[in-house]
């Protein structure tokens, strides 16, 4: 079975092409498909086609010559976008091919230029540029318009059905110009546009600046590292000409920080690499493979899509041994046949069989080559790039070619507006229901499980279509968040919202939020690596395939197109087979590797496809933000309403852009920004999410101030340092004392210095050796489970240094984590080494507040702290001064941490 997160319909791929093979053969179908003459019955897609095709009645446009007829357009433009989209795509006739004559109506004109705006609104990947294309070729069409334009210009006004299609059409070109495809003729009519200005009506006037003279504007592909750019010599960006329209400003900007984003480490690894760098040392870190190679699979004809091409590394005395099985799909790689980089090969990691892994092969599809002509069975040095590149691929494509025109939240994402309206679809007086119980937005029902600032933030998130919910540590984030979902989706057929998507930053804080969603609604889809907690597995996308569901039209576009990948990887295989150094064939090469590669993005957009059938009457769709940047194309068809974002404020502006849709109505965000932060691919790029960008340009937002997981000592650390208020409910007042300790909170002040370790990270033996004691203490004397403790370290170097001083019965089960990596997650008893202690005062992460705070809030019942935190108060007084008050006023520093027995 595939291990791609949205794959759940490649497990049968093969089984699905072989059999309808089968099947057109057994029904002498010739020439893929370009005829089809089957007597209709039941359960045969094939035949279930033929009965579709042939209902429309086709006049004297009809199939004869190809042509839709007046009928067969109107009765598309009545259908759901996808059935559309199915319809056109699965017909033999085709829609770019001789579908008007110079005589045709503005009727018919208007009907299919407003079929081509309904298709390309859909913003398929791989087929957006294919329709566009064609489009942009459309001569007969591209002239009617012009004589539309000119009439109008003349008579000074057009009758209404004229004005839609030159608004229509303005829209495609701009589209078709955003994706680099706009044709000459295209770029003509443009100048028309813009010559006529002054005449046309203001909305077809409006945003012709976005041509900008002609220049291609397809940006899709410059997150790709290319090899001008890893050696320094890219030439400077031309200097962008200013761009009146607001949206287009914000997308630019947002693509350019991703860009540099995942660009600055893979640059500075490269620059090590070609500055004299041991690559010795990095393959000994798995950062590097020296002696490796593409390999065409001998038997590519007959095998499956992701068996066709192979990375191996050849193992000194034939070891299988080559850490290929430590990267993940999606990643990049980047190959060259030496450190000089006079070359360079770009192949994204697909799926590879078990089988296939032992043998040290890793299942690879070559994106771009620069400087090199036939790519196989060459020696070649291989690293992937330093951050994982999907997400960024995924969500960079979206901001590139999305619409600008309907931009999802402009008001308070691009404007700023901080009037906050009421979602469109829930109507003013809507009686709604919480768990049964009828409730208006002014009125909740009595016993609702809130307490005052979760039932005030549970009003303000149905009454605003952009809500903000700040919630510190232990406050019920997750918990009012579970009842959000639970209220709309009990409210979903009253509401029309359609499914309500889930997005959470981290797998187990996805995994813990269904648990708890799953107590109200078992239609749940739960996308991305299979679940770690057997409770929701049986939501995983992957269990519940169900081929049954997908429309036999679909069936026949996901063969043809697999086809259609065949041939072109057939073709490209000959042109490597006879590739002889020159410049046309190296173009050739190239050409043929894009249109193989947009064929793929057909393929994985018909995935999609095939996933919309399972997902859309399902209550809940829930995935991590790095998962979504694969899906969003999924919510534009689902046309969801409601999206809920976990951990908000851990989540890149950009994949939160990702995820919204023209049909978003409604946006929840609950998080902390006083917590961590986003993750950034390079320091030099600094990412603030935008639930903070928004919060702290004065957007409302709502407030939880009760904390249900710290004994009081413990969170008073957190007052007024890093948050204002923070209130203790009457259970964590209740906690019992931790046995033999004669404190709750001590913090152990040393200056024993800390020691740097290779990895450029820090470590301390001496707090790794006080924190293995103190463990060993409270689990043979004060009788706590391993369970129950938990030690954490800002520094992965000592988290090592930790394990190993632990006595090595304890190794396997008392965890110890990076502070980081337990944000979202509690323990009872806290163990934390703060490692930092040098003469200079460098305190590095310390000075973090973010990380400050996450470090601090994890323990419910005791905290025990070491570090130096003299130095820290000297150097970060502002941070530190408050929590040294407060230890202070607790009697809780000195240098041994105070048992009550002495070990």
């Not at 002889?580 to 050409?591: H, M, N, P, R």
């Not at 009457?617 to 969801?640: G, P």
């Not at 004669?742 to 050796?769: C, I, W």
Request: net charge neutral; charged share 25%.
């Amino acid at each position: 079975m595939s291990s791609s997160d949205e794959d759940w319909f490649n497990q049968d791929e093969d089984e699905l092409v072989q059999g309808l093979e089968k099947k057109v053969k057994s029904l002498e179908l010739k020439e893929k498909e370009k005829h089809i003459d089957c007597i209709p019955e039941v359960g045969d897609y094939l035949r279930q086609l033929n009965l579709e095709a042939s209902s429309g009645s086709a006049g004297n446009d009809g199939k004869a010559n190809g042509r839709f007829a007046l009928t067969d357009l109107t009765k598309a433009l009545k259908m759901p976008p996808v059935d559309m989209f199915l319809y056109f795509m699965s017909e033999e006739r085709d829609l770019f091919v001789n579908q008007l004559l110079a005589n045709d109506s503005v009727k018919r004109v208007g009907l299919y230029v407003e079929v081509l705006k309904s298709l390309c609104q859909l913003e398929l990947g791989g087929f957006d540029e294919q329709f566009l294309s064609a489009f942009s070729r459309q001569s007969v069409l591209l002239d009617k318009i012009k004589n539309l334009l000119m009439a109008k210009a003349s008579l000074g006004k057009c009758d209404a059905d004229s004005a839609t299609v030159l608004t229509h059409i303005k829209w495609l070109l701009l589209r078709a110009h955003k994706h680099g495809v706009l044709s000459p003729q295209g770029y003509e009519l443009v100048d028309l546009y813009r010559k006529l200005a002054s005449s046309l009506a203001s909305d077809l006037a409006e945003g012709l600046e976005a041509f900008e003279g002609h220049r291609s504007h397809n940006v899709k592909g410059k997150i790709y590292p290319t090899l001008d750019k890893l050696l320094g010599r890219e030439a400077a960006r031309e200097e962008e000409p200013p761009v009146p329209n607001k949206v287009v400003q914000y997308l630019n900007m947002q693509r350019q920080l991703l860009r540099e984003d995942f660009s600055a480490p893979l640059l500075e690894f490269v620059h090590q690499l070609r500055t004299g760098a041991d690559p010795s040392e990095q393959e000994q870190q798995g950062l590097l493979w020296t002696n490796v190679c593409l390999t065409l699979n001998p038997q590519f004809a007959e095998a499956q899509r992701h068996s066709l091409v192979f990375l191996k590394v050849k193992s000194a005395g034939g070891s299988n041994k080559s850490g290929l099985d430590s990267i993940k799909s999606g990643a990049l790689l980047c190959l060259t046949t030496s450190l000089c980089f006079n070359d360079l090969i770009l192949a994204s990691v697909g799926y590879t069989e078990p089988e296939k892994l032992k043998e040290g092969c890793l299942s690879v599809q070559i994106v771009k080559q620069y400087n090199i002509g036939n790519i196989y069975d060459r020696p070649m040095t291989m690293f992937q790039t330093p951050v994982f590149f999907e997400p960024y691929l995924r969500v960079h494509n979206y901001l590139s070619t999305c619409s600008t025109e309907q931009f999802p939240m402009r008001r308070y994402i691009v404007d700023g507006v901080m009037d906050i309206k009421p979602p469109a679809y829930i109507k003013p007086g809507v009686k709604l229901s919480l768990k049964g119980k009828p409730f208006t937005l002014d009125k909740l029902p009595a016993d609702v499980p809130f307490n005052e600032s979760q039932g005030k933030a549970f009003k303000e998130a149905l009454s605003r279509e952009f809500s903000i919910i700040q919630g510190p540590p232990g406050t019920g984030k997750t918990h009012l968040s579970v009842e959000l979902v639970n209220s709309l989706v009990q409210n979903a057929k009253v509401l029309g919202t359609g499914p309500i998507i889930v997005l959470t930053y981290t797998n187990d804080s996805l995994d813990k939020f269904l648990v708890k969603v799953s107590h109200y609604t078992q239609e749940i889809l739960r996308f991305g690596w299979q679940s770690r907690d057997p409770q929701i597995s049986k939501f995983n996308v992957r269990t519940m395939i169900n081929p049954d569901l997908v429309p036999p039209r679909l069936k026949r576009i996901w063969w043809l197109i697999n086809c259609e990948y065949k041939e072109k990887f057939q073709y490209l295989q000959s042109l490597y087979s006879d590739f002889d150094g020159s410049e046309e064939s190296y173009q050739k090469t190239l050409a043929a590797q894009e249109q193989l590669h947009q064929v793929v993005e057909r393929i994985d957009t018909l995935r999609m496809v095939f996933q919309f059938f399972l997902a859309r009457s399902k209550d809940v769709l829930a995935m991590t933000t790095t998962c979504a940047a694969r899906l969003n194309f999924l919510f534009r068809l689902l046309q969801s309403k409601c999206v809920v974002f976990e951990e908000a404020a851990e989540i890149q502006e950009a994949h939160i852009l990702a995820c919204l849709t023209p049909h978003t109505e409604h946006v929840i965000l609950v998080g902390d920004h006083k917590q961590l932060q986003p993750f950034t691919g390079s320091t030099k790029v600094p990412q603030i999410s935008l639930f903070e960008r928004l919060i702290v340009a004065g957007m409302p937002f709502s407030m939880l101030n009760v904390q249900y997981r710290m004994r009081p000592c413990i969170s008073e650390l957190l007052v007024p340092g890093i948050y204002d208020e923070l209130l203790c409910s009457e259970s964590v007042k209740e906690y019992k004392d931790v046995r033999l300790m004669e404190s709750n909170l001590y913090l152990v002040q040393h200056n024993e210095p800390e020691q740097r370790a290779t990895d450029m990270s820090f470590k301390n033996p001496y707090e790794a050796g006080v924190l293995a004691k103190l463990t060993q203490f409270l689990i043979e004397k004060a009788k706590y489970k391993h369970s129950d403790i938990v030690i954490l370290s800002p520094y992965n170097a000592q988290i090592e240094c930790i394990k190993n001083a632990l006595p090595r019965k304890y190794r396997s089960f008392v965890q110890v984590a990076s502070v980081d990596s337990f944000q979202g997650l509690e323990a009872n008893i806290v163990l934390l080494s703060l490692v930092r202690s040098n003469p200079s005062g460098q305190i590095g992460f310390l000075c973090l507040p973010n990380r400050v705070c996450v470090a601090l809030s994890r323990a419910r019942w005791a905290l025990y702290i070491i570090g130096d935190l003299e130095m820290l108060h000297k150097s970060c007084p502002n941070l530190w001064s408050p929590i040294a008050k407060r230890l202070e006023e607790n009697s809780a520093i000195g240098d041994a941490f105070p048992t009550a027995i002495k070990s």
